[in-house]
């Protein structure tokens, strides 16, 4: 017989289940769906609840305001990309009635534009003809194979690079050679393991002949002995043989961070090594049209090159300590270990024989490095400051202004693509049994130009520009200064630090385009408002938008050596945010002892006084 209230709590549980399942899923779906229209939402919503602020105080300085807030978030998030939020100003300016559409468009090619559309095709005429693949596997030729001095080989040459190329395109270049250089040493180390560990078992098997006639009555015994013996040996291979392979994985490790560290360090020494530095260029240009033409290649060189070999020193100490130990002798190969040596002359002779592969140097190699050197040498004497450079005698004495160094880079630019790749005779072209002689292509050509140019850097700095202009224009800039004078209570390098630690650990997590572009403007203001001069804030915040070392996601290069599969992102962060302190307490020793001097920080300069507030 059926039990009625006993079926019917089974179908009452069974139900409540189902419900149970069903919420679940709906609500596990709901997630899932909102997670992968997360962008769309973004693009909808943060306009929308932002929009409270212009209809509440309807000014120009909230409407601004406004522009900024939603510019900001879209860039932090990556709802859009980069270089389409940056066209928001061209859309939203006029319609709100900060600037006319014809003034924020010329915002959007500025001569700082121009010296990175220059230094880029510099950049990309060098990685064309591999000449930065040539210089990379000279310099470690010289430096050898040694743990400490690879280390600092592959740092130096990665630095070096990334002060011309982008960060991004040098560090794709060095991992692969890092890549082989660490395997051949591990091959090695493995190989020269396994024959000691031979050697080892052949001395202890003859030993055990040796002994066995006179211990025949003590066979059982010896057996034993023996098996024990073995399963020692098979232990102690199978522990070198771990010990060899947590070694190599640690330095595969330091290895890959020093690269992409190495990259990021680099692109802070030149002006267009990284396009924060351009950033910083055209906001004082941009905020301060009398400055005389403070920030220059010179100039800049003078201060973050020093700055850039400082950090780069204590990042090779302090990657040295992480990931080679304390064991300095051993670190730099001061051993007499013969095996050691042979290991190292391995790995030595896959650099030799990569460098070998790339042959004697060609002409275009050899004009594509004169064009270089030129274009460094013109840059540097252009206006050096303490004497009068070229552009000042020969063109105009009055007005450096003229010639600038975008004027350099477009001319080096332009020889680019005039100059033959080459002059020999031999390129012909067979057209119905005839030959007729074939023109060479030029050192650069568009259509290379054209897959490597990164043309959205382009409209980023453009749009951080316009809303330079846009915040000054609108009063907000103004406003912002006079809320932020409560400043001046706090000790100059303090506020520096601060700001220091502000913007590196921003930039962990959004471009440092963005980062540099929202913040600069808002701290030209406040030193402006506390009688501070503007460089002794934006020149520190500038750098400390490079110190990108704890994320993967943080910047391209630190992405690409993750993507090898060596990393996790607890050792990225680990041996990041040691760099990151060292970086910005370098960035502030910088500023106020070589840079302090070089731009004359001490002092509040006339040029910057726009509002005659600051005596």
């Avoid at 039990?3 to 069974?14: D, F, G, K």
């Avoid at 595969?252 to 950033?279: D, E, F, H, Q, R």
């Avoid at 002798?329 to 270990?337: I, P």
């Avoid at 502000?502 to 030193?527: H, Y």
Wanted: hydrophobic share 50%; proline share 5%.
């Amino acid at each position: 017989m059926v039990n009625i209230p006993q079926c019917l709590y089974s179908l009452q549980q069974q139900t409540q289940a189902f419900q149970h399942w069903a919420s679940s899923t709906t609500m596990a779906g709901f997630l899932q769906m909102t997670l992968a229209f997360k962008k769309y939402l973004i693009i909808v919503l943060v306009p929308l609840l932002s929009l409270p602020l212009p209809l509440a105080v309807p000014t120009k300085e909230a409407q601004c305001g406004y522009v900024i807030i939603v510019m900001a978030l879209f860039w932090c998030t990556e709802a859009l990309p980069l270089a389409v939020t940056a066209l928001f100003p061209v859309l939203l300016f006029p319609l709100m009635n900060i600037m006319d559409s014809t003034t924020v468009c010329r915002e959007y090619l500025k001569d700082t534009n121009m010296l990175f559309i220059g230094g880029l095709l510099m950049a990309i005429a060098i990685e064309n003809w591999h000449l930065h693949k040539r210089v990379a596997l000279r310099v470690l030729l010289i430096t050898g194979v040694r743990p400490a001095l690879l280390l600092m080989g592959f740092m130096a040459v990665t630095a070096f690079l990334s002060m011309w190329i982008s960060n991004t395109a040098t560090t794709a270049m060095m991992v692969p050679i890092a890549q082989a250089v660490l395997e051949q040493l591990h091959k090695s180390e493995i190989e020269s393991s396994n024959t000691a560990g031979q050697t080892s078992e052949n001395i202890n098997k003859a030993f055990e002949l040796q002994e066995e006639p006179t211990k025949s009555d003590l066979s059982k015994e010896a057996e034993e002995k023996g098996n024990s013996h073995v399963l020692t040996v098979e232990e102690d291979r199978k522990r070198n043989e771990n010990l060899i392979e947590e070694k190599h994985k640690k330095f595969c490790k330091g290895m890959s961070l020093c690269i992409c560290y190495s990259a990021s360090i680099g692109g802070i020494a030149t002006l267009t090594g990284t396009t924060p530095n351009l950033v910083l260029q055209g906001q004082v240009d941009e905020l301060f049209p009398n400055n005389g033409n403070i920030i220059n290649f010179a100039s800049w060189f003078s201060f973050a090159f020093p700055t850039m070999i400082v950090l780069l020193v204590l990042t090779w100490i302090w990657l040295q300590i992480l990931y080679l130990g304390f064991n300095f002798r051993k670190n730099f190969g001061c051993t007499s270990d013969a095996s050691a040596k042979a290991k190292e002359q391995r790995a030595y002779d896959i650099i030799k024989e990569e460098s070998k592969k790339l042959g004697s140097m060609k002409f275009a190699e050899i004009a594509v490095l004169i064009l270089f050197i030129l274009l460094v040498v013109l840059w540097f004497t252009r206006d050096p400051g303490f004497i009068p450079g070229w552009a000042t005698v020969l063109f105009n004495k009055n007005d450096t202004s003229y010639v600038t160094d975008a004027t350099v880079a477009i001319f080096i630019s332009i020889l680019l693509f005039i100059i033959p790749s080459n002059f020999s005779k031999k390129d012909k072209q067979q057209t119905g049994g005839k030959s007729k002689f074939k023109a060479p292509p030029a050192l650069l050509e568009w259509k290379v130009v054209h897959e490597k140019m990164p043309w959205n850097i382009v409209f980023l700095l453009g749009g951080g520009f316009a809303l330079a202009k846009g915040s000054e224009e609108s009063g907000l800039s103004s406003w912002l200064g006079t809320k932020l004078t409560p400043l001046q209570q706090i000790p100059h390098p303090a506020i520096v630090l601060l700001l220091c630690l502000l913007i590196a650990t921003f930039t962990e997590c959004t471009s440092n385009v963005a980062t540099t572009t929202l913040f600069l403007p808002i701290l030209a203001s406040m030193a402006e408002a506390i009688c501070l001069n503007p460089l002794y804030v934006m020149l520190p915040c500038t750098l400390s938008a490079s110190l990108a070392f704890m994320l993967p996601v943080a910047t391209p290069p630190n992405a690409i050596v993750f993507s090898y599969g060596q990393l996790k992102v607890i050792d990225m962060a680990k041996a990041g945010f040691i760099l990151n302190i060292l970086g910005v307490l370098t960035i502030t020793l910088a500023i106020n002892t070589w840079g302090s001097s070089l731009f004359q920080l001490q002092t509040f300069p006339s040029w910057a006084n726009r509002t005659g507030t600051c005596p």
